[in-house]
């Protein structure tokens, strides 16, 4: 969605008041519900299987994925440095591995 839609994810959070009001509003509340789902399900996925925390609730590792992907594509522009891609696994190895220096990149110790 974000790369053919870039400021949807800016529209939704921004004037969800307002698209409430739209005859349209099922169906993106049913896209909504569709990406939750999504996510949920990727999220108990990985709980179970052992590569994810069972000591955070998958809610709460939802609500912290959902929005660190939607306050970055709102505030972050690809560049030719790091495009979209780059940004996603950026994201993800932050998630995933967390923000200190994995041990090939420290250095002095």
Not at 14 to 25: D, F, I, K, N, W
Not at 50 to 77: I, N, Q
Request: hydrophobic share 35%; glycine share 4%.
């Amino acid at each position: 969605m974000s790369r053919t839609n870039p400021h949807a994810s800016e529209i939704y959070q921004r004037e969800t008041a307002y698209l409430r009001q739209l005859p349209s509003r099922d169906r993106i509340r049913e896209a909504t519900r569709t990406i939750r789902e999504t996510w949920m399900t990727a999220i108990e996925r990985g709980v179970a299987a052992g590569d994810l925390r069972r000591d955070v609730p998958v809610e709460l590792l939802y609500l912290l994925v959902r929005d660190a992907v939607w306050l970055t594509s709102r505030s972050f522009s690809p560049s030719s440095a790091l495009d979209q891609d780059g940004i996603a696994r950026s994201i993800l190895s932050v998630f995933l591995d967390g923000a200190t220096a994995q041990p090939q990149e420290r250095t002095g110790r």
